[in-house]
């Protein structure tokens, strides 16, 4: 019964267990019905169906009372699924019967569309061949219809331009000049627009005949132009000859400027058919002019008579014409600008204000001068180039001319000018090759002078402070003319390499007085030993004042882009030039302060030993048996004390008036920091002193020793800080001793013994030093400790 139970109820759940479907049939409703294997064999039927009945029912009879509910329930899912299964099996053959259907339409649909294709294709390929003869003929048609098109269009420009033409000789024939310069400016604008045109014979028609009638307008322009400039008796070869023309300006017929108005406005009309014929002149590219406009075709005129005299003069074989005198020339041509600028600006600038013109006309006219020149050097420069002394004086007035004709005359900088000249190649490595050799040998011959050392103001107190050595600032002076000298060279790379030669320059300076510095060691407190110093210092001094000079910030800036690009500095040492923490003097400077530490140093060794060899006595005084103040009638200085101080105050004397105040500066600060450990060192804690041996150390430091600096500082018990703090410990009254003693060893590095140590006035001192001090002491009362 217990095993037959189980068996029967399986055997019922087999019969009305329905099989495990797939799709749309919801087989979760059998509980475990999608864990039986896909084979659907009866073993794992009937495994699942008895573990199932176990889990239900178990082995407990009682249970067997769920197996009609349960067998309900199982039959309510059967008959649920069976409706399922009906209601897809009947709707899925409806779906793909209307599938279907719709497939053979669209079937039917694209086999009439395919032979509608082919009809229309047969229909258009019929067409095409019946229709390919007029296609050819229309064609024909059409390119004969271009043809006449492009023979029309260029008969056009012919007419046009015939038009113009006759326009142009009917103004002329009535003597309507300014109507035909019109003309001829829309006739320029014509050929300007048919530039990229392939008709090349119109091209040359339009050229020739722009070309024709420009030469007519401008000869017969020119022709009355320079009959009224002779009117106004130009040009103004002298000075004399300007004065008297400008006097007489206002007494001139009011028709002569008129008329000198009309001819200019309608040359300037002409400028652009002459810009566009004329042949422009340039020098050869390795001289790198800027690019700029020809001169106004009004200018030009004006300029023609002063051209034919420089080219007379300055050609050929006239006496005038010598390389070794270029001022001649420049000095010509620089009076020429300034004798007609008030007629230029006076008469000449408002005629080209009121034609709306940019030019303006005083540097127009000074930059058609200068174009003579600039041919003028690049002829005579190859030819002076290896003659040292014909090269330096032509590059001295050449600087003088561009300095004047650009601070007097006003010439911009953006033009061209000479300093493009000497910044040719060949010729700017010559211009620096010569720079140093002149440089060096100015610089030999300020250092072997009788007064290479003297101070030039020497006797003016006011003026002699920092006590320059004649050499070093005829040095100095050297370089800031070198720096005048480029200072106007066009291009950043140019002025980098004269930098690069101020270097140098500095540098050799620099060697140079290290070797005059070597030969004085033995007397480093001699005359000449302090004026190299001072040479030294002076020259840190200005180059350090010359780096914040806005024209070598910028030299740095260029610098910085060439670094830059050729990978020659680190990242560091880039973002210090960036950020502008080094500048472009920081080695030279460097070396310099170097020196100048090293020199100071020799001094303040050679004193300081001057000292210590005064101070043997001193060192070695009895302070231990010296009497208190109350035993004597009046404290005095200790006489071994005289040697030390004596010496020290000769040579604080001897170096105030020989060094420089920030030198000399330096220089007791040195000595008195050296003098101070000494003292403290070799006096101090080398003895032992009773009372009057402590006040008596004090007196003489206090009242004579530190006194000796109060010339050059409010305070000088300030840097002789050992020795004062000393003084403090060891003039303690017994008690004030005592109590100290008792806190530096109860509070052994801790703040109350340092708060203690402050209200005494030591700050210097550490609590070990001020304990050995106080056990210096031997004026201690018997207490047993």
């Given at each position: 019964?217990?095993?037959s139970?189980?068996?029967?109820?399986?055997?019922?759940?087999?019969?009305h267990?329905?099989?495990?479907?797939?799709?749309?049939?919801?087989?979760?409703?059998?509980?475990g019905?999608?864990q039986?294997?896909?084979?659907?064999?009866d073993?794992g039927?009937?495994s699942?169906?008895?573990?199932?009945?176990?889990?239900?029912v178990?082995?407990?009879?009682k249970?067997?009372?769920?197996?009609?509910?349960?067998?309900?329930?199982?039959?309510e899912?059967k008959?649920?699924?069976e409706?399922q299964?009906?209601?897809?099996?009947?709707?899925?053959p409806?779906?793909?019967?209307?599938?279907l259907?719709?497939?053979?339409?669209?079937?039917?649909?694209?086999?009439?569309f395919v032979e509608?294709e082919?009809h229309?294709?047969?229909?258009?390929?019929?067409h095409?061949?019946?229709?390919?003869?007029w296609?050819?003929?229309?064609?024909?048609m059409?390119?004969q219809?271009e043809?006449i098109?492009r023979?029309?269009?260029?008969l056009?420009w012919?007419s046009?331009i015939?038009?113009?033409?006759?326009?142009?000789?009917q103004?002329?024939?009535?003597n309507?000049?300014?109507?035909?310069?019109?003309?001829l400016?829309a006739?320029?604008e014509?050929?300007?627009k048919?530039?990229k045109?392939?008709c090349v014979?119109?091209?040359?028609?339009?050229?020739?005949?722009v070309?024709f009638?420009?030469k007519?307008?401008?000869?017969?322009?020119?022709?009355d132009?320079?009959?009224?400039?002779a009117?106004?008796?130009?040009?103004f070869?002298t000075?004399s000859q300007?004065?008297?023309t400008?006097?007489?300006?206002?007494?001139?017929?009011p028709e002569v400027?008129?008329?000198?108005e009309?001819?200019f406005?309608?040359?300037?009309k002409?400028?652009?058919s002459?810009?566009l014929?004329?042949e422009?002149?340039?020098?050869?590219?390795?001289?790198?002019?800027?690019?700029?406009p020809?001169v106004?075709l009004?200018?030009?005129?004006?300029?023609?008579p002063?051209?034919?005299r420089?080219?007379?003069?300055?050609?050929?074989?006239?006496?005038?014409n010598?390389?070794?005198?270029?001022?001649w020339?420049?000095?010509?041509?620089?009076?020429?600008?300034?004798?007609?600028?008030?007629f230029?600006?006076?008469?000449?600038?408002?005629?080209?204000?009121?034609?709306?013109?940019?030019v303006n006309?005083?540097?127009?006219?000074s930059?058609?001068?200068?174009?003579?020149?600039?041919?003028?050097?690049?002829?005579?420069?190859?030819?002076?180039?290896?003659?040292?002394?014909?090269?330096?004086?032509?590059?001295?007035e050449v600087?003088?001319?561009?300095?004047?004709l650009?601070?007097?005359?006003?010439?911009?900088?953006?033009?061209?000018?000479?300093?493009?000249?000497?910044?040719?190649e060949?010729?700017f490595?010559?211009?620096?090759?010569?720079e140093?050799?002149?440089?060096l040998q100015k610089?030999d011959?300020?250092?072997?002078?009788d007064a290479?050392?003297?101070s030039?103001?020497?006797?003016?107190?006011d003026?002699?402070?920092?006590k320059?050595?004649?050499?070093a600032e005829?040095?100095?002076?050297?370089l800031?003319?070198?720096?005048?000298r480029?200072?106007?060279?066009?291009?950043?790379s140019?002025?980098?390499?004269?930098?690069?030669?101020q270097k140098?320059?500095v540098?050799?300076?620099?060697?140079?007085l290290t070797q005059?510095?070597?030969e004085?060691?033995?007397a480093?407190?001699g005359?000449?030993y302090c004026?190299?110093?001072?040479?030294?210092n002076?020259?840190s001094t200005?180059l350090?004042?010359?780096?914040?000079?806005?024209?070598?910030?910028?030299?740095q800036?260029?610098?910085?882009e060439?670094f830059?690009?050729?990978?020659?500095l680190?990242?560091?040492e880039?973002?210090?030039?960036?950020?502008m923490e080094?500048?472009?003097f920081?080695d030279?400077i460097?070396l310099?302060?170097?020196?100048?530490?090293?020199?100071l140093?020799?001094q303040v060794?050679?004193?300081?030993?001057?000292?210590?060899?005064?101070?043997?006595?001193y060192?070695k005084e009895?302070?231990?048996?010296?009497?208190?103040?109350?035993?004597?009638?009046a404290?005095?200085?200790?006489?071994s004390?005289?040697?030390?101080l004596?010496?020290?105050r000769?040579r604080?004397?001897?170096?105030?008036?020989?060094?420089?105040f920030?030198?000399?500066?330096?220089?007791?600060?040195?000595?008195?920091e050296?003098l101070?450990?000494?003292?403290?060192?070799?006096v101090?804690?080398?003895?032992?002193f009773?009372?009057g041996?402590?006040?008596?150390?004090?007196?003489?430091?206090?009242r004579n020793?530190?006194?000796?600096f109060?010339?050059?500082?409010?305070r000088?018990?300030?840097?002789?800080?050992?020795?004062?703090e000393?003084?403090?410990v060891?003039?303690l009254?017994i008690?004030?001793?005592?109590?100290?003693?008792?806190?530096?060893?109860?509070?052994s590095?801790?703040p109350?013994?340092?708060?203690?140590l402050?209200?005494?006035?030591?700050?210097?001192l550490?609590q070990q030093?001020v304990?050995?001090?106080?056990?210096l002491?031997?004026?201690?009362?018997n207490?047993?400790?």
């Amino acid at each position: 019964m217990g095993t037959s139970g189980p068996l029967v109820i399986a055997n019922e759940l087999q019969m009305h267990a329905p099989p495990c479907a797939s799709g749309e049939i919801n087989v979760t409703a059998l509980v475990g019905c999608d864990q039986v294997s896909d084979g659907g064999d009866d073993a794992g039927l009937a495994s699942y169906v008895s573990t199932f009945i176990d889990k239900e029912v178990g082995h407990d009879l009682k249970s067997l009372k769920k197996l009609d509910k349960l067998i309900e329930q199982m039959t309510e899912n059967k008959m649920h699924l069976e409706e399922q299964v009906l209601t897809i099996s009947s709707e899925i053959p409806k779906r793909i019967q209307s599938a279907l259907k719709n497939a053979e339409e669209s079937k039917q649909f694209l086999n009439q569309f395919v032979e509608q294709e082919n009809h229309l294709l047969t229909s258009i390929n019929s067409h095409l061949l019946s229709a390919q003869p007029w296609m050819d003929d229309l064609g024909a048609m059409i390119s004969q219809i271009e043809e006449i098109g492009r023979h029309l269009s260029y008969l056009k420009w012919i007419s046009q331009i015939e038009e113009l033409s006759d326009n142009i000789q009917q103004y002329l024939l009535t003597n309507n000049v300014p109507e035909a310069a019109s003309t001829l400016v829309a006739m320029t604008e014509l050929d300007i627009k048919l530039q990229k045109s392939s008709c090349v014979h119109l091209l040359e028609f339009m050229r020739a005949t722009v070309k024709f009638w420009h030469k007519i307008l401008k000869d017969k322009l020119t022709s009355d132009f320079e009959e009224i400039l002779a009117q106004l008796h130009w040009p103004f070869i002298t000075p004399s000859q300007s004065q008297t023309t400008a006097v007489s300006w206002p007494a001139s017929s009011p028709e002569v400027y008129s008329h000198l108005e009309t001819l200019f406005c309608q040359l300037l009309k002409l400028q652009t058919s002459d810009e566009l014929l004329a042949e422009p002149k340039h020098l050869p590219e390795k001289y790198c002019l800027p690019a700029s406009p020809s001169v106004i075709l009004p200018i030009q005129i004006m300029l023609t008579p002063l051209q034919k005299r420089f080219r007379y003069h300055f050609r050929g074989n006239r006496q005038t014409n010598v390389l070794s005198k270029p001022e001649w020339y420049l000095a010509q041509i620089l009076m020429w600008i300034g004798n007609h600028t008030p007629f230029l600006d006076e008469k000449i600038q408002p005629i080209l204000d009121k034609a709306s013109s940019a030019v303006n006309a005083r540097l127009e006219f000074s930059r058609g001068l200068l174009m003579l020149v600039l041919e003028k050097l690049s002829n005579d420069i190859p030819c002076l180039l290896y003659d040292d002394s014909l090269f330096c004086h032509l590059v001295d007035e050449v600087l003088l001319f561009e300095r004047e004709l650009h601070s007097v005359h006003g010439y911009p900088d953006t033009f061209a000018n000479c300093m493009h000249i000497l910044s040719e190649e060949t010729c700017f490595q010559r211009w620096l090759t010569v720079e140093r050799k002149f440089a060096l040998q100015k610089m030999d011959s300020m250092l072997s002078s009788d007064a290479a050392w003297v101070s030039q103001y020497k006797d003016i107190t006011d003026v002699d402070e920092m006590k320059v050595p004649d050499c070093a600032e005829t040095f100095m002076t050297l370089l800031l003319v070198i720096t005048d000298r480029y200072k106007s060279l066009p291009t950043a790379s140019r002025k980098l390499q004269f930098l690069e030669l101020q270097k140098d320059l500095v540098d050799d300076f620099r060697i140079r007085l290290t070797q005059v510095m070597k030969e004085e060691t033995r007397a480093s407190l001699g005359f000449r030993y302090c004026a190299i110093l001072n040479a030294v210092n002076y020259i840190s001094t200005v180059l350090a004042d010359w780096a914040d000079n806005v024209f070598f910030l910028q030299l740095q800036q260029a610098a910085l882009e060439v670094f830059a690009e050729n990978n020659t500095l680190s990242k560091l040492e880039l973002g210090q030039l960036a950020s502008m923490e080094s500048s472009v003097f920081d080695d030279m400077i460097n070396l310099l302060e170097r020196l100048k530490h090293d020199m100071l140093t020799r001094q303040v060794d050679h004193v300081f030993r001057e000292v210590k060899d005064a101070a043997k006595l001193y060192k070695k005084e009895r302070w231990l048996s010296l009497p208190s103040q109350s035993e004597q009638a009046a404290p005095s200085l200790s006489s071994s004390a005289c040697p030390l101080l004596l010496t020290l105050r000769d040579r604080l004397l001897q170096l105030e008036q020989q060094l420089c105040f920030s030198l000399f500066k330096n220089f007791w600060q040195m000595l008195v920091e050296k003098l101070d450990v000494y003292i403290y060192q070799e006096v101090i804690l080398a003895n032992h002193f009773n009372e009057g041996g402590a006040a008596q150390l004090q007196f003489d430091m206090t009242r004579n020793l530190f006194p000796l600096f109060s010339h050059y500082c409010k305070r000088p018990e300030n840097y002789f800080k050992h020795v004062k703090e000393a003084c403090i410990v060891l003039n303690l009254s017994i008690g004030s001793a005592l109590l100290l003693k008792d806190v530096l060893q109860s509070a052994s590095g801790h703040p109350p013994a340092t708060a203690a140590l402050n209200e005494l006035g030591i700050y210097k001192l550490a609590q070990q030093d001020v304990d050995i001090l106080l056990n210096l002491r031997t004026n201690w009362p018997n207490t047993g400790k």
